[in-house]
């Protein structure tokens, strides 16, 4: 089993796995992920294979179309993530361990730097070195110190960070699910339609309020923000928090997450004395615009039915009647009548679509890069380690130093010959 991990914790097998990763990576930029098949089969066509095999049928067959919740993708994450914690537990912390250590100097190795002082400025010299941040310690003429045993935990904290990071990708990938709603204002839903969810995916049944929907505009009257309010309830209607979210502002509840993207107009509504009644609008698209129609019948006999068509562009917008002929009859805004004031409109009825998305994982992912930064700046920290030793030379007695650094060499020799100085 120590073999087997040892070949885990080589470097070169680790970077072959970063090298595969980073592949399928690529490879699910490319292809759409958690589309429909009809339209992997309108985009990647048999007979217009990419590079003479890349269609629909291979993208189903290789599981291209949801890569990231492949089991053999999950698996190679699995592995490189074994391969992280054996390189861990084999080599950074036993090189931690070494480095906690005091290692006196005994022959000849290679170092960054050597030098002669003379032994009466001994004491200055270890003085000056714990000054700088030096851990100093002596063996009879001997004295060893070292500076910077923090950056030693670099590494460990950017292999703890990568499989936070990892983990909280796997996660999110067999746990989490995406879904997508577009509900009537004044309406309580549940999650049904997903879009895309994991094999140990759960469904949260949690009751959601639309409380309210509404746009914001521009004085040229373009669309400057869309605003809905909604309220989590729980299962006796009790309202457990409420917030107005809008585009990039989300609510966030529990795993829950609820982003606005998207709205329709649903119908109109209209009263008369004492009555209310609502008209159903249907969408439909004028160069790229929303447009929705409805029909007001007027007049009914055996033969025809008379009335007049409904037409709004915007949810702002003045709604414009017309008459049998295609003819302007009239516009009319919120609580203007129709029909020789028989009718009085008092609201759109709006749609707005939620995104609904549950992401486990999310926290062990921010976790993960939280610690990538603290090790990143703890990457810049030198250990840096100094030693003395008594010797003669021309029969006087002198002190010879010798440091040695893991990075920035140029900055330890500055500061030694500061010290000497």
Not at 14 to 43: P, R
Not at 224 to 240: M, T, W
Not at 339 to 365: A, H, M, R, W
Request: with cysteine; glycine share 4%; charged share 15%.
């Amino acid at each position: 089993m120590k073999k087997l991990l040892r070949v885990f914790a080589d470097l070169r097998f680790a970077i072959s796995l970063l090298l595969i990763i980073s592949i399928i990576i690529t490879i699910g930029s490319i292809i759409e992920q958690d589309q429909s098949i009809e339209f992997y089969k309108e985009n990647y066509p048999i007979n217009k294979s990419i590079f003479g095999f890349i269609n629909w049928q291979f993208i189903q067959f290789f599981q291209l179309d949801h890569i990231y919740k492949t089991f053999w993708f999950i698996s190679v994450l699995i592995i490189f993530g074994t391969s992280l914690i054996s390189c861990t537990f084999l080599q950074q912390f036993p090189t931690l361990n070494f480095s906690r250590r005091c290692h006196f100097y005994k022959k000849l190795k290679k170092m960054d730097l050597q030098l002669n002082l003379e032994k009466e400025n001994t004491e200055n010299f270890i003085y000056k070195l714990i000054n700088q941040g030096y851990f100093v310690f002596q063996q009879k003429n001997k004295f060893y110190a070292s500076k910077g045993l923090i950056g030693r935990v670099a590494p460990v904290f950017v292999h703890l960070s990568i499989i936070l990071i990892l983990f909280g990708s796997v996660v999110a990938s067999v746990c989490g699910f995406n879904a997508q709603e577009l509900i009537t204002k004044a309406e309580v839903f549940h999650i049904q339609n997903t879009v895309g969810s994991g094999s140990w995916s759960k469904y949260s049944q949690q009751a959601i309020r639309v409380n309210d929907f509404w746009i914001n505009y521009y004085s040229n009257e373009k669309v400057k923000q869309f605003y809905s309010n909604i309220s989590v309830l729980d299962q006796n209607g009790k309202e457990l928090i409420n917030k107005t979210i809008s585009v990039n502002k989300p609510l966030v509840y529990k795993d829950l997450t609820f982003y606005q993207t998207d709205w329709t107009l649903v119908g109109l509504r209209f009263s008369n004395n004492d009555k209310t009644f609502q008209l159903p609008l249907i969408p439909s698209s004028n160069a790229g615009n929303k447009v929705w129609l409805t029909w007001l019948p007027t007049e009914t006999n055996n033969t025809n039915i008379m009335g007049q068509t409904v037409i709004i562009n915007s949810y702002k917008g003045t709604i414009y009647i017309y008459d049998m002929e295609g003819l302007l009859i009239k516009s009319i805004d919120i609580n203007d009548s129709v029909l020789e004031k028989n009718y009085k409109l008092i609201d759109f009825l709006s749609s707005t679509g939620l995104e609904i998305k549950s992401d486990p994982g999310v926290l062990y992912i921010y976790i993960g890069f939280g610690f990538l930064m603290i090790s990143t700046l703890l990457s810049y920290i030198s250990f840096s380690q100094v030693w003395t030793i008594s010797n003669k030379l021309s029969e006087e007695k002198n002190l010879t130093i010798f440091a040695k650094t893991n990075r920035n060499k140029v900055s330890l020799n500055v500061e030694i010959f500061k010290i000497i100085n």
